[in-house]
């Protein structure tokens, strides 16, 4: 298990940015496959992007593709979620989550999670 915190969360009009963060603490995530997942009121949990521990492989949901950016930074023990050309329906708790071995994209697949930060978009 590894402790993990969001941050970078807040309101935004359509069309806008926001770059989520998720930093570990009390050990590094190099050796983590990483992923987002968001929750909108009164709907399940889905996948929005994952990296590999290597950052050499990315996956993203369709709904997200070219809007969204997953990235790592290994020495900083951080992963970002660049999100670009905001939606209404992109307003979700965005939640950070970690597993170690294997690949997944699937959040029972994912041993470690953050708290969540609130993404709210405006139209």
């Known amino acids: 298990q590894v402790q993990l915190v969001e941050s970078g969360g807040g309101l935004v009009q359509a069309g806008g940015s926001l770059r989520l963060s998720c930093a570990a603490s009390g050990r590094t995530l190099s050796t983590y496959n990483m992923g987002w997942f968001r929750q909108a009121p009164g709907k399940e949990r889905e996948f929005v992007a994952a990296i590999s521990w290597s950052g050499g492989n990315t996956n993203y949901a369709d709904s997200v593709k070219g809007r969204f950016t997953i990235s790592r930074d290994n020495a900083k023990i951080t992963v970002y979620l660049q999100m670009n050309s905001l939606k209404p329906e992109d307003t979700a708790v965005y939640y950070c989550?970690?597993?170690?071995?294997?690949?997944?994209?699937?959040?029972?697949?994912?041993?470690?999670w953050g708290q969540g930060t609130q993404v709210t978009v405006s139209s």
């Open positions: 989550a970690a597993r170690l071995g294997g690949w997944s994209l699937t959040s029972a697949g994912f041993g470690s």
